[in-house]
């Protein structure tokens, strides 16, 4: 037993869920944690269109990590958002939040699993969670000349 004003270090466990229940208010409080824009109503306004998202919680309920995983309704499913709050990054959050995508996407019935990324995060998504290089084509919409018709 630890004695009086000895400094105990509890590890905090982590529970993932595959569709558990995310509010609007928790999403805009974990995109800001890491810096990202939020706009309010958005995970009200798109969830439904998921297959799925997973969260990632403390023991004291705290929304700390987020995957959503779109989808075309059959072999393809698209991994959008992965974010770990600040204050709990580099400690193997955000690859278990993708491990527990993939695995529900597969038992989904997709064949594929797909996420595009700034170079940067390569070491994530290519070492760390084991995605592949792919061919990828992308449109940036408001540079492009669009014809009438
Ligand atoms: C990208 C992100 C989700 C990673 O979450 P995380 O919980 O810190 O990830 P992990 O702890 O599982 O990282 C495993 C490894 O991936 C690599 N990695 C993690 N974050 C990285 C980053 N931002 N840039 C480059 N490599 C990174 C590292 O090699 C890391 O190992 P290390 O901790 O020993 O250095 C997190 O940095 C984040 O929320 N970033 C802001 C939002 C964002 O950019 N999301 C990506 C949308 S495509």
Redesign the pocket.
């Known amino acids: 037993m630890a004695a009086t004003g000895e400094t105990v270090e509890v590890a905090t466990s982590i529970r993932y869920k595959w569709r558990g229940k995310i509010t609007d208010a928790e999403l805009l409080a974990l995109t800001r944690s890491?810096g990202?824009s939020a706009t309010q109503g958005w995970w009200d306004q798109i969830q439904i269109h998921s297959l799925g998202w997973v969260s990632a919680r403390t023991d004291e309920g705290l929304l700390i990590?987020f995957v959503n995983v779109a989808w075309d309704g059959g072999d393809h499913a698209f991994l959008l958002?992965?974010?770990?709050h600040h204050e709990?990054?580099?400690?193997?959050?955000?690859?278990?939040l993708v491990s527990v995508a993939v695995r529900n996407a597969k038992a989904a019935g997709c064949e594929w699993v797909h996420?595009d990324?700034?170079p940067?995060?390569g070491?994530?998504y290519f070492?760390?969670c084991g995605f592949k290089r792919t061919e990828a084509g992308l449109v940036h919409l408001p540079t492009i000349c669009v014809s009438s018709g």
Request: proline share 4%; aromatic share 8%; hydrophobic share 25%.
């Open positions: 890491h990202g990590g958002d992965t974010k770990t709990h990054q580099h400690h193997g959050v955000g690859t278990e996420v990324f700034e940067r995060l070491p994530f070492d760390a």
